[in-house]
């Protein structure tokens, strides 16, 4: 069994996590830290857990004791907690922040349909954005074959716990329902990840530097706009660029580039964020409009985006199936 630990137990990602993991076949659950809610059930944080575990908050960790770690605190809190604790040699990582994902200090960047290889091979992942997956995922394939020469645009629409546990002015029930709007428009944290992963990608990124940061005129130019939804999961992706493939060829290339992935699915048809809400799936659809290539991209925000791709990552690393504990359906209403 793969014994696993969680500090920051207490939010929405690591709620989804603690579902999957106390269904999975090859885990063992040994803490989940939260120091406001040590000695209570998880099942009275996280409701849906009652009746499917006993397990309570832990005030402390044991970093030997556990085969994995994931980590589910805020951003900035990864390298505040390893630069007061030793990480063990034989400890695997999955940070679901955002602190690693410029690869740094040993850290792989956890997309799977990306670089599997290098996932299966690493101690260490730096899970994506959500954000980042689902535009990721529809670009992957036009920065692999050299087309991403033109600018891109992007407009992606996520739901509220897309924010996190905490409650603000903009996560409200009362304000969020019946309700649309943008936010960091061209200026998503996500964009950094983005460009930076599309850079190495390419095979016109020469001026890249894995470890010495960007080059700005290497940079693909994307123009993201984030918009908050009125529902509660799942990411919608409308993706326009334009290209000189047409219709067929880049329909071709989208399912060859996407024939081993376990979870990401090539259409040709629209598709509905109901699809994959609940699911580890990520559908891609194609359109050619004259020009332009529309690619929708929908994921659920808090599994393929945060806990269930973590998951997906820790079956890598420790070596079993990456479908492991992630065959679930979506509903049909």
């Not at 428009?185 to 996500?190: D, I, K, L």
Request: hydrophobic residues 40%; glycine residues 8%; contains cysteine.
């Amino acid at each position: 069994m793969i014994k696993v630990g969680i500090l920051g137990g207490a939010g929405y990602t690591a709620g989804e996590l603690l579902r999957l993991l106390v269904n999975h076949p090859e885990v063992e659950i040994v803490f989940v830290h939260s120091t406001s809610n040590a000695g209570n059930y998880l099942w009275e944080v996280h409701g849906g857990l009652f009746g499917d575990t006993q397990l309570r908050f832990s005030d402390s960790w044991d970093l030997a004791a556990i085969d994995v770690l994931f980590l589910c605190s805020a951003h900035g809190k990864s390298r505040e907690f390893w630069e007061q604790n030793a990480c063990p040699q034989t400890l695997k990582v999955v940070d679901l922040a955002q602190d690693y994902r410029d690869e740094s200090d040993g850290y792989v960047y956890g997309l799977p349909e990306w670089q599997r290889d290098k996932i299966c091979a690493a101690r260490k992942i730096a899970n994506p954005g959500c954000f980042a997956t689902a535009i990721q995922l529809a670009l992957l394939p036009l920065a692999a074959a050299g087309e991403l020469k033109n600018p891109v645009h992007v407009t992606a629409i996520t739901g509220s716990t897309g924010a996190g546990v905490k409650p603000s002015a903009t996560t409200h029930f009362s304000w969020r329902t019946d309700n649309l709007s943008t936010y960091k428009v061209f200026e998503h944290q996500h964009l950094l990840e983005i460009c930076r992963n599309l850079c190495l990608l390419s095979p016109h990124s020469g001026q890249f530097n894995r470890h010495s940061g960007l080059d700005p005129e290497s940079l693909p130019q994307i123009q993201f706009v984030p918009m908050r939804g009125d529902f509660a999961r799942g990411i919608f992706a409308s993706v326009t660029v334009d290209t000189a493939l047409s219709g067929e060829e880049a329909l071709r290339l989208y399912r060859d580039y996407y024939a081993g992935a376990a979870f990401t699915f090539v259409s040709d048809r629209p598709v509905d964020l109901k699809q994959v809400v609940n699911t580890n799936k990520c559908i891609v659809a194609l359109e050619k409009h004259g020009d332009t290539l529309v690619i929708s991209s929908v994921i659920d925000n808090l599994l393929k985006g945060a806990s269930g791709q973590a998951v997906q990552n820790m079956n890598l690393i420790c070596g079993i199936p990456e479908t492991t504990g992630l065959k679930l359906k979506a509903s049909a209403f």
